[in-house]
């Protein structure tokens, strides 16, 4: 998995209250020599920049449930 994959992925999942779960991953390469770690981490900031320049925001667990009761989304 690259950044680009986990972007493209999440992309359409994208809406008001959701929650983006990464996972740490471990610390043993998959066969690729890249630890899943090392993709998360590297996503991260692409995440970020991109949902902020479009107006999102990103707040804690505590304060998106402050917001009103959840919704599933699926």
Request: glycine share 10%; aromatic share 6%; hydrophobic share 40%.
């Amino acid at each position: 998995t690259r950044p680009e994959q986990i972007l493209a992925a999440l992309a359409p999942q994208i809406q008001r209250g959701g929650i983006i779960l990464l996972h740490d991953g471990d610390a043993h390469p998959n066969g690729t020599g890249v630890k899943p770690r090392d993709v998360t981490v590297a996503t991260l900031p692409k995440i970020l920049e991109t949902y902020l320049a479009q107006g999102y925001r990103f707040v804690t667990l505590s304060e998106l449930l402050q917001e009103g009761p959840p919704t599933l989304g699926w």
